[in-house]
């Protein structure tokens, strides 16, 4: 049973940093991909990162370019999402999803559609 659980929100000041961890389970396959997704109140869903499985493909959204930085660690079956320079804006419960029909070598998507299986998000506050 493919399982996720995200850790690692909490309040955080303007200009802070903080990292997101993504524990997964229960994986059999080799093609698939995992996402970090946020939803802040009154506001869609937004793809902010993704990995590819064999770990040579990510993708960030434009708005985090540059601040987030996505990382596997195989050995710990966890997918880590480093936040830097956080601001207001990125106040959102953050979710990781797994896309189960993602290739190895990429690329994976910001879209939410095709992933599968989801975490119960973990909530992130940034003060002013």
């Known amino acids: 049973q493919v399982q996720l659980a995200e850790s690692g929100g909490g309040l955080v000041q303007a200009g802070g940093s903080l990292r997101l961890s993504c524990t997964t389970s229960g994986f059999a396959m080799d093609y698939y991909a995992i996402g970090w997704f946020r939803q802040a109140p009154g506001k869609e869903r937004e793809g902010v990162s993704c990995i590819s499985s064999s770990e040579t493909n990510t993708h960030y959204a434009e708005s985090v370019n540059g601040r987030f930085a996505i990382h596997w660690d195989k050995a710990k079956n966890t997918v880590y999402l480093l936040m830097n320079s956080l601001n207001a804006e990125d106040t959102a419960v953050y979710y990781c999803?797994?896309?189960?029909?993602?290739?190895?070598?990429?690329?994976?998507?910001?879209?939410?559609?095709?992933?599968?299986?989801w975490g119960q998000g973990t909530q992130v506050t940034v003060s002013s």
């Open positions: 999803a797994t896309d189960l029909d993602a290739h190895p070598l990429g690329p994976c998507t910001l879209v939410s559609d095709p992933y599968d299986y």
